[in-house]
């Protein structure tokens, strides 16, 4: 399977967010466990929690909004590690949810280009709610050219197409694989033990009010929103005749699920309103080519302040490097936008759980050095580049255990977070965004910030 072009598709067929919002009325609240927070890139307003303690469930579901988040950073752990926190989550909003007397539904939201603990994560979710009728599998990121199309999962520039497993993301050292269609993909992850998949197509999708197939896993077609939300208004009719779904999903199917269109970025004045005063740090731990060049495209425009954390004196343990790093970070805040970021030559171990472990140790090292130089000088906001940087930086660095999420920063892409405390904090996921996306992200902050 090679790169194609965008075959000719039936019209469109346009359902309205105001439509599936009018069909949420009574229906359960989603809980979505989020294995990075780069899932909250296509919503706006919605609570989201770092910690999961009986008193922030309580807290998020006494908001009333029609989904919240809980930020579990799955993807940074091992299976078991993965498995234990899910099974922690789901527990805390079930008695939360039992206290409240409200319904919930759970949605296990995984990365757009296929990475992730599939199917542990589902599995863990259905063996404490009761084994579901199906699990929902939509991975689309309809903003970021991430689609799904004749049941294979692409990513596309245009009219160009590239199968998934013949992209970069399809080679990550932890959750690699080598399927582009996604029966075929949840029968790899699976180990054969799924072959149960029927798939929804765009046809079925655009040709009128669709009928759920039935079977272990359904997997959805979705070019644009309005596929996914003619999705879901099947999934909600099938919900209310007392059918059970897990959903397995990308960021475009929560906006579909909460009834949320397409919405532009954050206006200016509202930046401004939530942006601090000074100036702003940017915390890079990811490593893919796309993060490099955006990297470069932002010395290139803006001169920056860049203080570097040398991986190998990080994994030798070196402390004083990190002090210096902290010390000279404070000190560069105080007139200029501060980079700080690890070396840029990536380094793996010798299987996955090594691979994740110099991946853990990494991203503590600089989420360590953030909450240094925060808890000196508190930056204008902090922007975090890379999913499992973005989560440490939230939990460990700023200790954002409630936020809501006040929208992108560009057309579905990069989200604001507003904590209930401390400076704000940009989601920047590794594999988002054009070239300029991070230097178009970084003049707009410090436009707000400066104003």
């Given at each position: 399977?090679?790169?194609?072009r ?19 009325a009574?229906t ?16 706006r307003?919605?609570p ?13 579901l006494?908001?009333?909004t ?22 922690e989550v ?44 199906a ?13 799904t ?44 033990a ?25 997997a ?27 959903y ?11 009834g ?8 200016d ?13 940017v ?7 796309r ?20 991986v ?21 805040l105080?007139?200029s ?38 808890a ?9 580049k890379?999913g ?20 992108s ?43």
């Open positions: 399977m090679g790169d194609g965008l075959r000719a598709l039936p019209p469109v067929r346009a359902v309205p967010a105001g439509q599936v919002r009018d069909a949420l009574g359960p609240t989603v809980v979505v466990l989020d294995d990075d927070p780069t899932g909250t890139q296509t919503i307003d919605l989201v929690l770092t910690r999961w303690g009986a008193d922030d469930v309580d807290w998020a006494a908001q009333g029609p989904a919240f988040f809980v930020l579990t950073n799955t993807r940074s752990l091992g299976p078991d590690d993965a498995a234990a926190r899910d099974r789901v527990r805390t909003c079930l008695e939360a949810a039992r206290r409240a007397r409200k319904d919930v539904v759970f949605a296990s939201r995984g990365d757009s280009t296929l990475r992730g603990h599939f199917p542990l994560e589902t599995d863990v979710i259905a063996e404490e709610t009761g084994e579901p009728d699990v929902i599998l939509a991975p689309a990121y309809t903003d970021a050219g991430r689609i199309l004749d049941g294979v999962h692409w990513l596309r520039d245009g009219d160009e197409l590239t199968p998934i497993a013949e992209s970069e993301f399809a080679a990550d050292a932890t959750f690699g694989y080598r399927s582009s269609r996604l029966a075929d993909w949840v029968a790899e992850k699976s180990g054969g799924i072959t149960d998949v029927a798939e929804l197509r765009i046809e079925t999708l655009r040709a009128g009010p669709p009928v759920l197939p039935t079977a272990r896993v359904i959805l077609d979705a070019v644009v929103d309005d596929d996914l939300r003619a999705a879901v208004l099947a999934i909600l009719a099938a919900e209310r005749d007392g059918t059970r779904f897990v397995r999903v990308g960021p475009s199917f929560v906006r579909a699920r909460v949320q269109p397409e919405q532009p970025p954050i206006g004045v509202e930046l401004r309103d939530t942006v601090g005063g000074g100036h702003g740090l915390v890079v731990g990811s490593h893919v080519g993060t490099s060049r955006q990297l470069e495209r932002l010395a290139a425009r803006r001169d920056l302040a860049r203080v570097e954390l040398d190998h004196r990080v994994l030798d343990g070196d402390d004083e490097h990190l002090e210096d790093a902290a010390m000279t970070l404070v000190e560069n105080t007139t936008t501060t980079l700080l970021a690890t070396s840029r030559t990536l380094v793996t171990g010798r299987d996955e759980a090594e691979s994740l472990d110099i991946a853990r140790r990494v991203s503590a090292a600089l989420t360590g050095v953030t909450a240094r130089v925060v000196a000088s508190p930056p204008a906001y902090v922007l975090a890379g499992i940087t973005s989560s440490d930086v939230a939990t460990a660095s700023l200790r954002a255990d409630r936020a809501w999420v006040r929208g920063l560009l057309p579905g892409i990069v989200s604001l977070w507003a904590p209930t405390s401390g400076p704000p904090l940009v989601v920047f996921a590794g594999n988002v965004g054009d070239d300029d996306a991070l230097a178009d992200v970084v003049d707009r902050l410090e436009a707000a910030a400066c104003a």
